[in-house]
């Protein structure tokens, strides 16, 4: 067990609609990261945030927002969803605002758009 | 070193013979690199990981080593056991924002 906390699990949802993926991280963690994993590509960074501040960006579509709230906590808005955002949704956790350290990933949301 | 569509490398292997698996990182800059191991519907957990002032790294049942001259690290996993089948797969963090993960090697034990 990682010590990071997803939810929920699955979602099944219709095209147009908006969801909210939830993450708690890692005990004692500053940084959370968000990516993506669909069937044709690895992991693909969106978005991390280090003690509530936005750190970095990847390739996070504007249809998608994230936050992370003073418990630490973040979570990832996805709206006007389309097919091809089906995937897996993993959040990460890291000590550290670099990368110097591992990252620590939940066992994802599994979204499916229909 | 960046994410392209997946046709992993598979990897068989009998249950207690020793595992080595390969990963050929991109950039000369980065300095710190991780092996993780993904099951199937999990997400990707931590093993081991190693920086570059170091040629090699030991866990337990894993070692990782790491040649900078031609960017390439393994993971060894000493007396594969069933529970090892997985997906397993490098990062490195070359100077920017983010890691850059491999597309993965598919290990299957056979018991």
């Known amino acids: 067990d990682s010590g990071v906390t997803q939810t929920p699990k699955h979602l099944i949802t219709a095209t147009g609609q908006r969801v909210t993926l939830r993450c708690s991280p890692r005990s004692g963690d500053l940084s959370v990261y968000w990516y993506q994993q669909s069937l044709d590509q690895g992991l693909q960074f969106l978005i991390q945030?280090?003690?509530?501040?936005?750190?970095a960006k990847g390739n996070i579509l504007e249809r998608f927002s994230a936050q992370q709230f003073p418990d630490l906590h973040s979570e990832l808005n996805l709206s006007s969803l389309e097919l091809g955002d089906s995937a897996l949704y993993f959040c990460?956790?890291?000590?550290?605002?670099?990368?110097?350290?591992?990252?620590?990933f939940g066992n994802g949301t599994r979204l499916t758009v229909t | 070193g960046e994410n392209v569509g997946l046709h992993l490398p598979t990897l068989s292997v009998q249950e207690g013979d020793n595992s080595i698996i390969n990963c050929a990182y991109s950039?000369?800059?980065?300095?710190?690199f991780i092996w993780y191991k993904q099951e199937s519907g999990k997400g990707p957990q931590f093993i081991i990981d190693i920086r570059s002032n170091m040629d090699k790294r030991q866990g337990q049942r894993v070692t990782v080593l790491l040649n900078k001259t031609v960017k390439h690290l393994s993971l060894q996993i000493a007396a594969t056991q069933p529970g090892d089948s997985a997906v397993y797969f490098c990062?490195?963090?070359?100077?920017?924002?983010?890691?850059?993960f491999g597309t993965g090697t598919s290990l299957t034990v056979i018991p």
């Open positions: 990062a490195e963090n070359p100077p920017g924002n983010q890691f850059y």
């Open positions: 945030y280090y003690n509530g501040e936005e750190r």
């Open positions: 950039n000369s800059a980065s300095d710190y």
């Open positions: 990460a956790s890291s000590v550290a605002q670099g990368l110097d350290s591992p990252l620590h």
